[in-house]
């Protein structure tokens, strides 16, 4: 599975901004697909995750009710939309796939198998 991630760039506190991901090359059936961010002198950390069947959804705390990730299984696409952007959420933004996916395990980034290239979201105050 390649993943390709697109739909970052500069951004206006309080601003939004929709990520994209695009699988290719293999079935999705009973992945979980997720984003993750990095910020620069941080630890990776987890955003938000998918089922691709069944659609259910996972944040991290932190974000719920900003952030919504969704799919288009038409377009094997996973989308990240985000609002209210503060300039925290500034980071280097990655899509990853996990085959089996079972939910106590979206968070735990050691464990995804296929990873995209990322896109880098910036906000300014």
């Known amino acids: 599975v390649q993943l390709q991630a697109s739909g970052g760039g500069l951004a206006l506190a309080g601003g939004s901004l929709r990520l994209s991901c695009v699988a290719s090359g293999g079935t999705l059936s009973g992945y979980g697909m997720s984003w993750f961010r990095q910020a620069p002198g941080k630890e990776r950390e987890f955003v938000a995750g998918i089922k691709w069947t069944g659609g259910s959804t996972t944040y991290a705390d932190s974000l719920k009710g900003r952030f919504t990730i969704s799919k288009d299984v038409t377009k094997n696409t996973v989308y990240l939309q985000m609002n209210s952007l503060k300039p925290e959420d500034a980071a280097v933004y990655y899509c990853?796939?996990?085959?089996?996916?079972?939910?106590?395990?979206?968070?735990?980034?050691?464990?995804?198998?296929?990873w995209g290239q990322g896109t880098q979201v910036t906000v300014s105050s």
């Open positions: 990853a796939a996990k085959p089996r996916i079972i939910t106590s395990m979206f968070g735990d980034s050691s464990s995804y198998a296929y």
